[in-house]
């Protein structure tokens, strides 16, 4: 079956850098648009950004374009969040996602992601 495995979260200080990795199995991976969500206590998941089958195309949450890179590798079935000058802000739960439309991202809602991950908890904090 479907199995999307989140890892890399922790805790970091503001400024600092974390790489989240999401390994996935039980489907075809490069025929897969991915993404990276996020969801802070009390708040609604949010998307961060998210990436087409080839890589070629990436997409990004204004509030994390430029520090956030989303990128990956289909021999390894997995997709990677480097995040560099993390924010307290930036402090949730992350979940990968596969979906797309045959392998194009097509838009940004969770909705359009039909599998997801159990999540890597990012703590930002001094």
Known sequence: QVQLVESGG???????SLRL?????GFT???YAMAWFRQAPGKER????????SGEHTYYADSVKGRFTISRDNTENTVYLQMN?????DTAVYY???????????A????HFTSWGQGTQVTVSS
């Open 10 to 16: 922790g805790l970091v200080q503001p400024g600092g």
């Open 21 to 25: 990795s999401c390994a996935a199995s």
């Open 29 to 31: 991976f490069s025929s």
């Open 46 to 53: 949010e998307f961060v950004a998210a990436i087409g089958w």
């Open 85 to 89: 000058s993390l924010k307290p802000e």
């Open 96 to 106: 990968c996602a596969a979906g797309g439309r045959n392998g194009v991202v097509i």
């Open 108 to 111: 940004t809602t969770p909705s």
